[in-house]
């Protein structure tokens, strides 16, 4: 499974980054604002540090404003993923930019039929928010298997991109859910390798050395 980081946050970016375990990012308008900084050149540094896909939302909700902001960020750099919501209007232009062999991700989806349309229409990839439909007390990673199940059934190769991701659990089961990929906050990219015998059988193995002075020459 593929890991984005969810963030507009070029600092952040940087440094998870330097693991070579980031596969790509989104953005969106409300993750853009919490930076404080021009969405366009945030994008820009985003594009100089990862060469997978960079998920870039439109802010118009009409047809021609989507086209018109799609192609000006698209022109960022050539890793940009247009991103569109799932409205009419946004699938009309994600249907115009695959046409037009640009990648685009359709963002807030909650149901499997709406997913469908967005495959219909082209899109790269589908974002349900998983988080956000666990937070209404529906099944989050349901709506995965069933996107899952529907795209296997009819062979889309829109990828699934599980969004609104809250913690560790959520990217465990999503990949078991068969989620080609999984955009998460830095503060659950942190928690992915962390097990309390990790810690402690690296402890002992460190102890153990030092106690029996084990070394490796270099
Ligand atoms: O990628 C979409 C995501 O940022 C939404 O997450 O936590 O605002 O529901 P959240």
């Known amino acids: 499974m593929k890991i984005f980081l969810d963030t507009a946050d070029v600092a952040e970016i940087r440094e998870y980054a330097a693991s070579g375990l980031v596969d ?3 953005t969106n308008p409300s993750l853009a604002a919490k930076t404080g900084r021009d969405y366009g050149e945030s994008l820009k540094e985003i594009c100089a540090i990862i060469p997978g896909s960079v998920s870039a939302e439109v ?10 902001e799609g192609k000006a ?6 890793q940009i993923t247009i991103k569109v919501p799932l409205t009419w209007d946004g699938l009309k232009a994600c249907k115009a ?3 037009e062999g640009l990648q685009v991700n359709v963002t807030l989806c909650f149901s499997p039929v709406q997913a469908m349309m967005a495959a219909k229409a082209g899109a790269t990839f589908i974002s349900p928010f998983i988080g956000r439909v666990d937070d209404i007390g529906e099944d989050g990673m349901g709506l995965i298997r ?3 199940a529907i795209y296997d059934n009819y062979g889309f190769k829109t990828e699934i991109l599980a969004a609104s991701v809250r913690h560790v659990q959520h ?3 999503a990949a078991l859910a068969g989620a080609d990929v999984s955009t998460i906050p830095v503060s659950v990219f942190k928690q992915l390798l962390s097990h309390p015998l990790t810690d402690k059988g690296l402890a002992a193995f460190v102890a153990d ?3 029996g002075n084990v070394t490796i020459k270099t």
């Open 24 to 26: 790509g990012v989104t």
């Open 59 to 68: 802010l118009a909700t009409d047809f021609d404003g989507m086209m018109k």
């Open 73 to 78: 960020v698209s022109k960022i750099g050539k």
């Open 209 to 211: 050395a030092k106690k």
């Open 97 to 99: 930019f695959s046409s």
């Open 146 to 148: 069933d996107i899952r």
């Open 171 to 173: 990217v465990r089961e």
